[in-house]
C-alpha cells in the first residue's frame, strides 16, 4: 500500500491546509534510504521512542513517535515538473541550487499524517525526521512545495543541529520573498499561515534586503514563538522605543489579506 493510500484513510485531514506537514527528500541515487539508521539517529540522537506501525513494505513505512504517525515512502523517480527546481532558483542560500535540484532522480516523501494541534512541536518533530534521511541516504536537500521551499542538504542540517524552541529555524520552515522595484526594497513571508498566522509584508522599504531579512525573521519568530497574533493599527517593534505600525488589507505579493509593517 503506497503513502497516498494512508493519506486516503483519515478524511478529516483533507480538510485544513495545516493538518498534514509533507516534504520531499531529494535523492541523487534510488533506493539509498537506510531506514534502520534513520530510527537509530531518532533514537539515539534525539532521544525519541520510535514504534513501527501498520503496513510497512520496502517502498513506505509508517512509524508512530509520541502521538503522530509518519509515513516515510522512497520513490525512484524524479519529482514529475519543475516545482522544486524553480523553488530553487529563489533560494539565496543556495548557490546553483537549481542545477543541483536537476539531477535528482528519485525522492522520500515524509509526511506527518495527523498534523494540526502544536504547529512548533510539530515542525520541530519534522525537522528531526527529515534532518535524519538527509543524513542516512544518498540525498541533495529538501523540497516543501507548501512553502515553496527547496534547501540544501549542508544548510537545513545546520539548522536542525542548532534549533531549540527558544530558537526555532524558520529559515527551513518559512519562505522569505525579497523583491525590488524602483530602488525601493519589499520582503513577505510565505509558509506562516502553517503555524495559525497571518503572512507579513514590508512594502516599498528603504532599507536594504539584508535589514529587511533581519525584520522579518525577527517578526515572525516572535509571533512563531511566543504565539502572537498581530492585529490591524496595532504596533510592534523589537525594542521599547521602535513602534512600526501594523496595517491588514489585500496582499501585494501573496493571495488574500496579509498584515504591513511599515519598515
Known sequence: MGLFSFLKKDKPLEKSSNSTILGMVLLYENKSLDMAKVISELENKWGLSVKNGEDNTNETSIVEIGDYRIAIAEIPAAIPTDEAITAAE???????????????????????????????????????????????????????????????????????????????????????????????????????????????????????????????????????????????????????????KISESKGVFLDGNTLKIDY
Not at 93 to 119: C, D, L, P, R
Not at 147 to 176: G, N
Not at 234 to 244: C, F, R, Y
Open 90 to 244: 529563489y533560494n539565496l542560500f543556495w548557490e546553483n541550487g537549481a542545477e543541483k535540484v536537476k539531477k535528482h532522480k528519485g525522492h522520500v516523501i515524509v509526511s506527518i499524517m495527523n498534523a494540526g494541534q502544536n504547529a512548533v512541536e510539530e515542525n520541530i518533530l519534522f525537522s528531526k525526521i527529515t534532518s535524519a534521511i538527509l543524513n542516512n541516504s544518498k540525498s541533495i536537500g529538501i523540497y516543501i512545495g507548501a512553502r515553496s521551499l527547496a534547501i540544501e542538504k549542508e544548510f537545513y542540517i545546520s539548522q536542525v543541529e542548532t534549533m531549540t524552541e527558544e530558537d526555532l529555524p524558520l529559515y527551513i520552515w518559512i519562505y522569505f520573498g525579497l523583491r525590488q522595484e524602483n530602488n525601493k526594497q519589499s520582503i513577505y513571508t510565505y509558509g506562516l499561515k502553517d503555524f495559525g498566522k497571518k503572512e507579513m509584508e514590508i512594502l516599498n522599504s528603504d532599507y536594504g534586503h539584508r535589514e529587511l531579512s533581519e525584520m522579518m525573521f525577527n517578526l515572525s519568530h516572535y509571533v512563531v514563538a511566543y504565539d502572537v497574533n498581530l492585529k490591524h493599527e496595532e504596533t510592534i517593534g523589537l525594542s521599547a522605543e521602535q513602534k512600526l
